[in-house]
């Protein structure tokens, strides 16, 4: 019988990264750059190619990317995409593989991808991750690690390669159901910056004048300045899309009501976002779902 090779002695493990778009491209070229053998695919493949002169391959369909991988991370839309592509995958995977699934997907998604990992006969991590654009390019993204501890060991080097922190927080799930947690978080302040800036414009003051006024004290946070400046600047260049955000906020809502908790405030968001996502803002940063509060739609 044919050993399959085990990565935690046998030297690093092979990996495949399925969806290159704002956070996949980062975390690839981190995984490369720490030297795993790495194959990516993108469905758009022009958003893929770069990614060779970091050394990792461009493989032409899901399944080519696969091949022989030890451990395949997906980071993709939402589980629909996610299904698409791994269903797609499929063929090419190496039995007993890790499924490192990283994309936002919710609750019942995650719950959904699990099955599937059980049908393809991969072992299934869901692990979600906090940090934009920059942490990922910057390989300092938090990792919201969730599933069975005897292949923590084979995902490790991936981990280490992408985040700046991996949290373990129980079995397979658990992950995504803390990221929507924080992602709650995200949207409620980013709205709340929002809101006050327009507060602030709407009873005669300079909206700056409460960046300001909290600077530096107990109530303010890093996002307060990052986001309230680039708000004011207009500068919506997606960092976290607006699309994204409002998925997640749906996510948030959906699980909430399933769970029988009462989310007042993240009902609201979610409305607004989506109102916002309608008025045509999606593909800019959720920062500009302070445009919809100026008038742009919603
Ligand atoms: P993105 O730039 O829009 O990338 C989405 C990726 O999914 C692209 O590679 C896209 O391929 C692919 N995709 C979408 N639908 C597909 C389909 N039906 N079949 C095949 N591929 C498909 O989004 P992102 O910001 O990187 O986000 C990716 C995931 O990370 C999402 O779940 C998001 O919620 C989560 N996330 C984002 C952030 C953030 O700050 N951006 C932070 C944490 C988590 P194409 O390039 O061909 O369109």
Request: with cysteine; hydrophobic share 50%; aromatic share 4%.
């Amino acid at each position: 019988m044919t050993q399959t090779p085990d990565p935690t002695t046998d030297g690093a493990p092979t990996v495949a990264l399925l969806g290159t778009g704002t956070m996949g491209a980062g975390m690839a070229a981190n995984i490369a750059a720490a030297g795993l053998p790495l194959r990516v695919w993108n469905r758009d493949r022009a958003k893929a190619e770069p990614l060779a002169a970091a050394g990792a391959q461009v493989a032409g369909s899901p399944a080519e990317a696969v091949g022989g991988a030890d451990v395949v991370v997906t980071m993709l839309w939402d589980a629909g995409s996610v299904v698409e592509v791994m269903s797609a995958a499929g063929p090419g995977l190496r039995p007993g593989a890790v499924w490192l699934q990283t994309s936002t997907v919710g609750v019942e998604g995650a719950e959904r991808l699990a099955s599937l990992a059980t049908d393809l006969g991969v072992t299934y991590v869901d692990a979600p991750v906090l940090g934009t654009k920059k942490p990922a390019e910057d390989g300092t993204l938090v990792v919201l690690a969730s599933g069975p501890e005897p292949v923590r060991a084979t995902v490790a080097p991936v981990l280490e390669a992408i985040g700046s922190r991996t949290l373990w927080v129980g079995e397979a799930g658990a992950g995504s159901r803390l990221k929507l947690v924080a992602n709650a978080w995200v949207v409620t302040v980013v709205e709340g910056i929002a809101e006050c800036l327009t507060l602030a414009d709407g009873l005669g003051l300079d909206p700056a004048l409460f960046l300001e006024a909290v600077r530096g004290g107990a109530m303010d946070a890093p996002y307060v300045g990052l986001k309230g400046r680039a708000m004011l600047a207009g500068d919506f260049t997606p960092s976290f899309s607006l699309a994204g955000a409002a998925k997640d906020a749906g996510f948030v809502v959906d699980a909430a009501r399933s769970a029988g908790v009462d989310l007042g405030v993240l009902a609201v968001v979610r409305e607004h976002l989506d109102r916002a996502v309608a008025a045509g803002h999606g593909d800019l940063d959720l920062g500009a779902t302070y445009l919809a509060h100026r008038g742009g739609g919603a």
